[in-house]
Every structure is written in C-alpha cells, then in structure tokens.
C-alpha cells in the first residue's frame, strides 16, 4: 500500500504542512480538525528552521470524544491508478461512478486492510467506515487513543466530530422557470414527468429525511430509476409504512454517531421518516412535483414546485432531534455522502452547517470524493450574516449558496399617530384600532423582563396581553414561538421589531403579525411607550412599500472567506432563501407546508437547477455547471448586494445558464495543485501534487486576490460550448484604483476548444491599502452571450520574506521587500537576542505518545519563566544525528502535562517559534520518539531565544529607511555581530508608524 513507500511518521509531516492552512485560525477544533500529530486545538506544527511562527494554543489536546480519522489514500471514486495490482477505479468524465465492479472491490478491500491495520495498532473500536468518498473511520476515543492515531502512518488527520446544524410560491416564477418561454418548457415542461424539466436525474437530499406521504413527492407517472445507474435502497427503519416510489427512489438514515451521543426525541422516528420539516422543505424545494397546491390552516397559499420537479429523489437522514436539542454529526454526514455517491445521484444538496476555513475537513473531502466522482454539491453559505468572514464551505469543489429576497410578501403597521411602517407579512389582518402593548412591561409572575421582551414562551401576564397587538424583539428563539407566546396569553396580534440589521420574514404565525426592520425599532418603542392609549392596526397592504427584489438576506454569511489567505471568493452564487414556501412536516406543528428561511432554503433551489443544467448537459463536469450558474448570475437590486462578499457572482439566472457561452473547467488534479499550493505534502516533504498553484490561479469563475503587492498575473482557462467557432472580448468594470489588464483581449474559439487568457492587476497611485477593490471580467461573446466573473482584490503596503538565516560567523545578511506603493519605508529591529544553548540526551522512547513520555518522564525537560518584556519565544533543537534520529519538541506549563505547542515531525532538528509568548513559568520537552543509531538515547543541543520587544543595538540596518517604488524590490543590509554565538530577532517594515511587514532573523 501507498503508506510502505513513504516515511512512518507520513501523518504527523502532513500534519506540519497542514499548519499553513490552519495558522489563521484561533482554535483549530472550531474548524472541526486537529493536525495529525499529537498535538492541541488552534495548534502550528512546524519542523524546519524557517518554518516561521507557531501560534501558541490553549490549554488544551485532545479530549475524549467522538472523532473523524481521516486516512491519506485516494478513495476509491477518485483513484486513479498508482498502486500495483490496483486498476483505476475514478469514473471516466462524464460517467457515473460504479462501486460494484471487480475493480472498485478489489481497490476497496486494500482500503479496509489499511484502515484496519491503524485500527489495530491502536487498539480502537470503529464505529463507521469510509472507503468511497473519502477513506477514513468514525470513533469513540480516548485522548490518548486520538494522540497515538495522530501518529499513525498514513493517517492525514483526526477531526473532532462536530455535531452541526441546518442552515435553516413563487421563486419559480421569479427565476424564469415557467411559462410558455419558460426554462421548464425548453427542457420538456412539467406535464410529462417521463421526460420532463430535471427527468433521468437523481438529486440526494442529505438532511432530517422526508415525507414520503407528500404531494411533492407522490408518484404521479415518472419513468423509473435507470437499472444501470442507480443503486438506491429504500431503508424503512422503524417505520414499517414508510415506501419510496419512481418519484422518492432512494431513502436511508445514519444514527450511528448522534444516537451514541445523545438521546433521541420521544416523536424521533430511527428512518428516514422526516420529524423536523427541514429535510422535506430542502427536497420539495430542490425537486418537489409541480403544481402542489400550499395549504396552511385552511388557507390556500397557492402551488409550489421544486426547481427541477421531473427529477427523482434521493433521501439521507443525517439530522435528528434529541431531548436537549439536536442536529447533525459529520461522520454521519460522510457516512450518507459515500451512500449517496455509490447509489447514483448526480446531485447533492447539504443545507448544514460547516468549517468556514479548513478545506480539509472530513466532510469536505468526501465532498471532494463526490465531485470526483462527477456530482454536483450544493451547500449552504451559513446564517451567520452580515457579519464579515463568517460564510460557510470553503472549498472550491462545492457551490456554496448566499440566500436572497425573492418576493415581497408585505402588511403595514398603522400606529394611533399616524405613522406607517411596512414590514413582512403572510396572514391576516387587524383592521380596527387594538391596543398595543411592550411585551417587556408585561412579564408573567416570575418571568425575567429580558424574557418578556422576547416573547419567550410563558413569559408574558395573560392579564396585560389580553386583546392586545404585543411587540416583541427579535432573537434567541424561534419567530413563530414568538407569536404563539402571544396566543398563549390572550394577545391577538405581534409586532416583531429586529434589534440589529437582520432579514425580514413572512412567517406562518398563531395571530396576525408584521417584521419590522430594526431601523423601525426606536420610532415604534417609542410610541407604544409614551402614547396614553396607544393603539395599531395590521393592514394586508404595502402601499407606498420601497422593497425591492432581490436583496441578499441579512442573515446570509458573507466572506471574505479565511480560506487560503483570501485568494478564494465565496459564496459563489445567491439563490431564493427568504419565506420560501415548501413542504414540511406535520410531525411538530401540525403544517405540511410552511415559509421557512435561510441558506438552507437557498441551497435546493441550486441543487434544483443543477438538475436542469445536468439534463441539458449530462457530459459537463460538476464545475462546468457551476461555471454556468455563476457566470450567467444577475446584479441584486442594491449594490451592497450585489458585493462578491454578500453574493458572491449574484442572484442565478437559469434564462442563462442553459446557454453560457464559456465555462471554467476545474478537475480532481486542479484541486490536488491547489492543495499542493496551499503546502500540504506527505510524508516524505514531497508535495501532493507535482503542480502546486496559488489559489487565486485555480481555474475558478471567480478572481480573489487576498493580497496585492504592487502587481500579480493570474491565469485562466475558458473553454467554448456554443457550440460553434465564437470570438469572446475581455472587459473590465469596477476595481477602482487599480489598473487591469486582460491578455488576450479577444478570443476565437472553436466548438469546444479552450484558450488561457492572463489577467494582471497593478496598483496605482489611487490604489486604497487594505480595503477591497471589487469588480467585474466580462467576456462578451459573439453569439450575444455575456459570461462575468467577479473579481476581489485587497492591495497591501508590502510583503517580504517570512525568515531569513545566517551563518554564525556572518558578517552580514540582506533582506529584501516588495513594495506595494511608491513612498518611504521605514525599519527597526527586536533584538537580537543571543541563544542559551544547552547540552542534552533524552531516553529512546519507541513512538511513544508525546503526552505519555512526558507524564512518565521519558523526556529531556527544561524549566524557563517568562516576563511581559518577552513577545517573541523561539526553541530550537539542533540534533547530533540529524540524519537518523527523530526528536519532537513540546511545551507544557511547568508542573503540567497539557501539550500547549509542539514541533512533531519525521526531523531531528525541531523549532518553535511564538509570538506575543505570555508571562508564566514553562517547560520544554524534547522526546526521542526514536534513534537511529541503536543506542539508549539521543544527543542534542536546546537553543533558547527570548527576543525583547526593543532593539539591542546588535543588529543595524543599511539603509534605515527605503525610498521604494511600487513593485520594484528594494533591498536592505543587516549587519551582523560575527562572533559565532547563535542569535535570534526581528526586522520590522513600517509605514506611517504602522508594521506593514516583518522578517524573522536567525545566526547560526
């Protein structure tokens, strides 16, 4: 197997390198992964000298708890060859992956051995298994038992497993979908279901099951599931009416991990049977029959219908109620992921949560083994909008979904002073004036006013509710618990104000209600609270209304994405997330339909129309289909919207998207460059791809550029499908300040064929630092296609390079900076400071577990206190058998076990290096994992540096300060003392008083 041919300590090296893409983050378990190697959440590994700095952790390693261990081998949809013996088992461009071949088999069994010898060796129990989407285990572990897996060969990482959550008529109308020019009648219409618009495609709903007994999914004619190509089962668990249908082909549930860990609801169901609602709005949404008429308390709200109602449904439980709350673990995520590709779907919708910055999460990567495998993932941007940074699913193989307004669904409060305040609304009315009341002036007997004013349930004194409209702030709870809290005691209508910038949603509620924005909040307050006898109505009008459709919801995530340093653009696209009307569950409220929001709701709608594409183009690749949907998007109807942030290429056309004109090709080995660009290698120091890129170089429909100094040049390949010789012509809008360039400017090209075209961004004089420059590349075809690509640039002062070194006896070093502006850079130095080298041994410890060797003092130990004068912290280890032995370097608090950083690779030589170090009494720990020369023990010396935050006068630089031009290197001399002795420091790069860049410096 792969895992004989590279190093033993393969995991734990991967795990160093991964430490560039996690060094960004606070804790490395808030992004639901650990490195590979024993080491705790949020921590750096490094292992060479110029590795740079490590960002000290927590108290904190790993725990006992569920985990994901991911192991290092291709799976077996996405290997393609290398192993000897072993067939390729990827599917070929445009086929369907097939699990069930002699090959697949075969490939698949070499998996499980490897899987089980790392099972074996540490003696765990697992409780999943995962070989076609991504190769790995789920299980209950032991902090120790995590730590010696993290050590294992072969292993890539071991990821907590995080329990997550959902990212919970007429958005067929809206997008262009019916009528008699509609998209649905150019690809069959909705009356013949055989051949109908999304038929011959299988969507996968990966979510809190389905309702088989729907309407949206009754079989009302469909052609059945191919024979060929689909491997569905329908599990009816503990529901024994539970069936599927040519319209539900495929249903199963994935418990194994949420029931281990939690109890389940009394109302659960161990089926797929959906209890929860979410997974059934998803699946109608994504896929749902046409013409379904909504009906809700006896009111009809019209007919609905999914994006692609002729295409069948597939659907994985993975999301479950529990006693104390609910939601969905990962490792029964990858669990259905893997199902979901060896049954035959072409698309998967995920409507949960997930990492905001590691493409190397567990569910990412069987997210990664399903695009290889040729489908298409949707995924959810998140709810945690507007705020910056927060959207969800980085990765570049998955389109990742923003949630827009699609429809103005209105009422209007009518205050006793006249005033008009227009919010969302979708029942009833107050005609007459009705006493209204502040829900936080009447808290029920032993309720908390903070209780009150949210309308918890139980909350508000049925004595002051009573015949009243009560106005309640939004927050904590559910919206329609609000209202239902007013029911409770005796209100007739709710006034639900936002306290900050949020969506507005038309909700299914117990009494006539409106959502007002919060820039309403004071003026109404005010009102009801001063007003003697305050008194509103609740009009069904939205005379005078200035909503305007669509707008990004303010609970849609935005980026910039954490990823890659910034150079990935997400979201990707933006889709119809607000009061969505779709099916539901009457399990809980009693409703088979409901308007629900979120990017949950987003998400279906391009699952759904990637069903469209996919049955006009059953060939083009995953990415060529996201290509179309993002090059074809339209503006929103503000400009704050219409930000790449907030919306990512804007708000789908599918009028468009049929016809795109170019695509953006990107493939399994694209996305291996990009990881090898991110750094990520084996075992051996050998990178995952012989072709690293730089993320904003990956083929994409987008161009994000993290970091701008002076001028960079990115590549992109177009690829024509007019299907016919077409000439395309660059043009650049927006990206104010900075100068642009396309080259070629034109293009010609014929059916199919593909050109590179260069893209080169260069700032000017007008050029804003540090602020994001936002515009447009449009090639405009010949066939009259428009095809556009957002582009996100952020220009920075200057970059330099993160460490340079020295001999001891060096008289001088230089160093050099690539000005992003033209002007005066300034320097000065931390430092140097002069290293403590100490002689060492420490015992042969035969692999042993870091934590293990320090508690039973198997270790080399050294105490050390540091004061607030000591910012910059960096432990060298310099072996005398660099080329046998294999040392690892911890750092605990003195008196304590926790590892709180470490250097844990395949080397002998170790390093550490930590900023901003706090004031406290430390050990180090050297361990001799192993020696290599047969003897007891191994010899090494500790070189210690603690680096002031003032210059020492040891270090001067010639010149000082830099007369620069932009984009041209500069270059500064630092001489050195020469004396032999091994220092340590820094140089700072400054601008106006501010660093706009550093080097770490290191003699000897």
């Excluded at 998140?382 to 699609?406: E, F, K, L, Y």
């Excluded at 919010?423 to 936080?440: H, K, P, R, W």
């Excluded at 007008?766 to 582009?791: H, I, K, Q």
């Excluded at 690779?905 to 994992?929: K, M, R, Y």
Aim: proline share 6%; net charge negative.
């Amino acid at each position: 197997m792969s895992a004989s041919s590279r190093s033993r300590r393969r995991a734990a090296a991967a795990a160093a390198t991964l430490g560039v893409v996690l060094a960004a983050l606070p804790t490395a378990a808030s992004a639901g992964y650990l490195p590979a190697v024993a080491a705790p959440a949020g921590l750096t590994v490094t292992g060479a000298p110029d590795a740079g700095l490590t960002e000290l952790a927590d108290d904190s390693t790993f725990e006992d708890g569920a985990y994901v261990v991911v192991m290092d081998d291709a799976p077996v949809a996405a290997y393609t060859g290398g192993v000897a013996g072993y067939t390729a088992t990827k599917p070929a461009a445009g086929e369907k992956f097939d699990p069930t071949t002699a090959e697949a088999n075969r490939y698949r069994g070499l998996l499980k051995k490897e899987q089980e010898r790392v099972i074996a060796a540490t003696g765990v129990e697992a409780r999943q298994r995962f070989t076609d989407t991504v190769s790995g285990f789920a299980a209950t572990l032991t902090a120790a038992q995590a730590e010696a897996l993290a050590r294992q060969p072969g292993v890539l990482g071991v990821a907590p497993d995080e329990l997550m959550q959902p990212d919970t008529a007429v958005s067929p109308d809206v997008l262009g979908l019916s009528g008699e020019d509609g998209v649905w009648e150019r690809l069959g219409g909705v009356e013949n279901l055989r051949n109908g618009a999304g038929s011959g495609v299988v969507v996968g709903i990966i979510d809190s099951g389905i309702r088989p007994e729907h309407p949206s999914f009754a079989d009302l004619g469909m052609r059945a599931a191919p024979s060929s190509g689909w491997r569905g089962v329908c599990e009816a668990g503990e529901e024994e009416d539970f069936t599927c249908s040519d319209k539900l082909v495929g249903a199963r549930f994935y418990a194994e991990t949420f029931a281990a860990n939690n109890d389940l609801a009394d109302y659960e169901s161990l089926s797929p049977l959906d209890v929860d609602g979410h997974g059934t709005h998803t699946a109608s949404t994504a896929a749902g029959n046409a013409g379904v008429e909504a009906v809700i308390d006896g009111v009809s709200y019209g007919e609905i219908s999914g994006m692609a109602p002729a295409a069948q449904v597939a659907a994985y439980k993975v999301c479950w109620d529990s006693t104390t709350g609910g939601g969905c673990y990962g490792s029964d995520s990858v669990a259905a992921i893997e199902d979901a590709v060896a049954d035959g779907v072409d698309v998967l919708n995920f409507s949960i949560s997930g990492t905001l910055t590691n493409v190397l999460d567990p569910v990412e990567l069987a997210f990664l083994g399903a695009a290889e495998a040729g489908v298409f993932v949707a995924a959810s941007a998140g709810n945690s909008g507007p705020g910056v940074s927060t959207v969800a699913h980085p990765s570049p193989w998955i389109t990742t979904v923003a949630a827009s307004t699609h429809n103005v669904m209105e009422a209007t409060l009518v205050t006793g002073d006249g005033q008009r305040y227009i919010g969302a609304s979708v029942q009833g009315e107050i005609a007459t004036d009705t006493a209204m009341v502040l829900s936080e002036d009447i808290p029920a007997n032993g309720a908390s006013v903070a209780d009150a004013g949210l309308c918890v349930p139980g909350s508000l004194d049925p004595a002051g509710a009573a015949g009243k409209i009560v106005v309640c702030d939004r927050g904590v709870i559910a919206r329609v618990d609000k209202s239902a809290a007013v029911e409770q005691a005796g209100g007739v209508g709710m006034v639900q104000l936002n306290v900050t910038e949020s969506s507005l949603d038309a909700d299914i509620h117990a009494v006539p209600s409106v959502h007002l924005s919060h820039t309403y909040r004071d003026a109404v307050r005010a009102y009801v609270r001063t007003a003697e006898n305050p008194v509103g109505r609740i009009l069904d009008t939205n005379e005078g209304t200035t909503t305007e459709v669509p707008e990004v919801a303010g609970f849609s995530s935005r980026g910039p994405s954490l990823a890659a340093g910034g150079d990935l653009l997400k979201p990707d696209v933006s889709a119809p997330g607000v009061s969505v009307l779709a099916g539901y569950s009457p399990e809980l409220g009693g409703m088979n339909f409901n308007f629900v929001s979120g990017t949950s709701m987003s998400s279906p709608h391009v699952a759904g129309l990637a069903a469209l594409v996919i049955q006009e183009h059953p060939r083009w690749s995953p990415m060529a289909v996201k290509s179309a949907m993002m090059t074809t998007a339209d503006p929103h109807a503000s400009a704050a919207s219409s930000d790449p942030f907030a919306s990512g290429a804007g708000f789908v056309d599918p009028r468009e998207f049929l016809d795109p004109g170019l695509v953006y090709e990107t493939d399994s080995q694209d996305w291996w460059d990009f990881l090898a660009g991110q750094g990520v290698v084996w075992g051996d120091g050998t990178p995952v791809s012989d072709n690293p890129v730089d993320a904003s170089d990956l083929n994409l429909p987008s161009i994000a550029i993290g970091q701008l100094v002076g001028s960079q040049t990115v590549t992109r390949t177009i690829t024509n499908v007019t299907g016919r010789t077409a000439t395309f012509t660059a043009e650049i809008t927006g990206l104010e300040g900075l100068d642009v360039t396309v080259s070629p400017e034109t293009v010609t090209l014929k059916k199919g064929a593909s050109a590179e075209v260069a893209i080169t961004v260069a700032g000017t004089d007008a050029t804003t630092m540090g602020a994001y420059a936002t515009g447009e590349l449009v090639w405009a075809g010949s066939d009259g296609s428009s095809v556009g690509s957002p582009v996100v640039v952020r220009p920075v002062p200057a970059s330099a390079p993160a460490i340079v070194t020295a001999p001891a006896d060096a008289e001088s070093v230089d160093l050099e900076i690539l000005p992003g502006f033209s002007g005066t850079i300034g320097t000065d130095v931390d430092g140097l400071a002069a290293g403590e080298v100490t002689a060492a041994t420490a015992p042969d410890t035969a692999g042993a577990e870091g934590a293990a060797a320090i508690a039973a003092g198997n270790v080399y130990s050294q105490d050390f206190t540091t004061g607030t004068d000591s910012p910059l912290l960096r432990i060298e280890l310099r072996s005398d058998n660099p080329g046998g032995d294999d040392l690892d370097l911890f750092l605990t608090r003195k008196g304590q076990t926790q590892i709180l950083a470490a250097a844990a690779t395949g080397a002998a030589d170790e390093v550490l290096t930590i900023d901003n170090f706090p004031s406290g009494q430390w050990t180090l720990h050297v361990q001799a994992w192993a020696v290599g020369d047969g003897t007891a023990s191994a010899s090494f010396d500790v070189r210690y540096f603690e680096v002031p935050d003032a210059d020492t006068g040891n270090l001067t630089l010639d010149p000082s300060e830099l007369n620069v031009t932009r984009g041209e290197p500069a270059t500064v001399t630092a001489s050195l003392p020469a004396d032999g002795t091994p220092y340590f420091g820094r140089v700072n790069f400054t601008s106006g008083g501010a660093r706009v860049a550093s080097t770490l410096v290191s003699v000897g």
